[in-house]
């Protein structure tokens, strides 16, 4: 029954002791106590309440508890720019700072929160199968800098007590100054919806831009830069702006189509090139490659030279006015057989071609166009290189050479002849 008188008077007592001492004790120990329950709310909410909340939210990332966290440092501002009217004895400059301070970080943590948030959207976006196509972080970055921008105008304004449109005002005045220092970030930001709207980069895209260095994987796009990393390992950035006022090659066509280019001559010593020898036809017939062309030249052949020898006097024909199997045409056809029962090579919608290029001094090169049915580096390179290694090793047979610079050797030797 007492009870309640009692600690009636013991809270009078503590008033009346409180009251006795001197204001600037009171104003310390208010701010003390203020300070205090600040700190207790603070506590309350993040080591309690949201961990309380930790389950519902998502257990993936730990983005939206750091927003979370973020958004709920306002509640604390808040009881200090609320309580500090009630410290006694406060000088009125002092309350009126605090108040101030308190709600500019007010704004800083609300804007804090928020550009948590947006990073938040962009992790879950990531996470569908289109993000890898479309990323959005170019423009989360974009909304991240008018976040902090419209933070900092309110700032100042709760500092300096004035309408954020006083500010606004002014800096109609500073848009020169103001596209000065933007012009990189306004630049790069035409650029990323550029590039993103026509599909023109992804991440995971080989690209090659020699004048930047850049040959490699896309591994980043920002808003203001694009991370390659080069196949040495090495990270080349590159501004974004620069992807649209420059030229680039993307090789994700050659990755989608699922083969790759082989684009190779062989130089072949133009005094090798000849007729064949009716024996040299017979012997090259062990060739099943050679089958079905061998027996088309016949007869094209034969008919040609049949039509010829009617003109002729005497009912032959001179061999000068013949056609005759030459070496390199039907090396030519070898190669095309070859390739197109090579296995690991691409011949249903892709190019095959093995033409003869303009003769040179370093002789009549060969070309073989025609494309692998894999992407993959490593096994690109052992299929072709498996390809001329047989071809090289096979010119003997047709009677024809590869055209090399003289060395000191073939120079030693024509000494020793």
């Not at 099943?288 to 030249?297: H, T």
Request: glycine share 6%.
């Amino acid at each position: 029954m007492d009870a309640k008188p009692r600690a009636r008077r013991d809270m009078n007592r503590l008033i009346a002791l409180f009251d006795s001492q001197p204001a600037a004790l009171q104003s310390l120990i208010g701010l003390a106590l203020l300070v205090l329950a600040a700190l207790l709310v603070n506590w309350l909410l993040k080591k309690v309440l949201l961990r309380l909340a930790a389950p519902f939210l998502d257990t993936h990332t730990d983005t939206a508890d750091k927003a979370a966290s973020r958004a709920a440092t306002v509640f604390p501002l808040l009881v200090i720019s609320r309580g500090v009217e009630h410290v006694p004895h406060l000088p009125a400059f002092i309350d009126e700072v605090v108040v101030n301070v308190a709600r500019a970080c007010i704004v800083l943590s609300i804007a804090m929160a928020m550009s948590k948030g947006l990073d938040y959207v962009d992790e879950l976006y990531r996470r569908r199968p289109e993000a890898k196509a479309r990323p959005i972080k170019g423009y989360i970055q974009v909304l991240k800098i008018l976040v902090y921008c419209a933070a900092a105008i309110l700032g100042i304004a709760v500092l300096i007590e004035q309408s954020p449109l006083l500010l606004l005002s002014g800096l109609g005045a500073m848009a020169a100054v103001l596209l000065l220092v933007f012009k990189d970030t306004i630049l790069s930001l035409v650029a990323s919806v550029q590039l993103t709207s026509n599909d023109m980069l992804r991440v995971g895209d080989w690209i090659e831009m020699p004048s930047m260095s850049a040959d490699g994987d896309v591994i980043d796009i920002a808003l203001h830069t694009v991370k390659v990393q080069n196949f040495d390992k090495t990270i080349t950035t590159i501004p974004t702006h620069k992807m649209i006022s420059e030229s680039y090659r993307n090789w994700r066509g050659m990755k989608n189509a699922g083969g790759r280019r082989i684009k190779r001559a062989l130089p072949l010593d133009q005094n090798s090139v000849r007729f064949l020898k009716p024996e040299e036809v017979d012997g090259l017939r062990r060739f099943r490659l050679l089958e079905q062309y061998l027996e088309r030249k016949d007869r094209e052949l034969a008919d040609w030279n049949a039509r010829e020898a009617k003109g002729e006097a005497g009912g032959g024909i001179n061999p000068v006015n013949a056609r005759r199997i030459t070496n390199i045409g039907t090396f030519r056809a070898y190669v095309i057989a070859y390739l197109r029962a090579h296995e690991r090579l691409a011949t249903k919608g892709f190019t095959l071609l093995v033409r003869q290029l303009d003769p040179t001094p370093q002789g009549l090169p060969l070309e073989i166009y025609c494309f692998t049915n894999t992407t993959d580096w490593g096994e690109y390179e052992a299929i072709q290189a498996d390809v001329f290694d047989h071809l090289i090793a096979i010119l003997p047979e047709f009677g024809l050479r590869l055209f090399q610079e003289p060395s000191g050797l073939d120079l030693q030797g024509l000494r020793a002849g």
